[in-house]
């Protein structure tokens, strides 16, 4: 099994960052991607942006140049650095991961969620 954890939401003014983190963990033979959603109140949730294993980047047309996402492959671990804010980021932001686990000399890969961190900006 695998667990999915995000932190580094909160508060924030119009123009301001925040640094959103999400940490995978559990018996975990590789990880491909990595990446983010948001779902704001009525919408669909939408991808904001992930990364694949090699570094491999793909973004939102809405976030392109304000928001950078990293990840560090040795911790397990993806970064959401947001920067120029705007109310319109105001959201839940979920961590997603494909993971390949080995259980029972079975492998399997599949998506895991994490439990979702909101991120409020003001005007």
């Known amino acids: 099994q695998v667990q999915v954890a995000e932190s580094g939401g909160g508060l924030v003014q119009a123009g301001g960052s925040l640094r959103l983190s999400c940490v995978a963990s559990?018996?975990?033979?590789?990880?491909?991607?990595m990446g983010w959603y948001r779902q704001a109140p009525g919408n669909q949730r939408e991808l904001v942006a992930d990364?694949?294993?090699?570094?491999?980047?793909s973004y939102a047309d809405s976030v392109k140049g304000r928001l950078t996402i990293s990840r560090d492959n040795a911790k397990n671990t993806v970064y959401l650095q947001m920067n120029s804010l705007k109310p319109e980021d105001t959201a839940v932001y979920y961590c997603?991961?494909?993971?390949?686990?080995?259980?029972?000399?079975?492998?399997?890969?599949?998506?895991?969620w994490g439990q979702g961190t909101q991120a409020t900006v003001s005007s």
């Open positions: 997603h991961v494909e993971a390949t686990t080995r259980r029972l000399g079975v492998q399997s890969t599949r998506s895991y």
């Open positions: 559990g018996i975990i033979s590789g990880i491909n991607r």
């Open positions: 990364i694949t294993s090699g570094g491999s980047t």
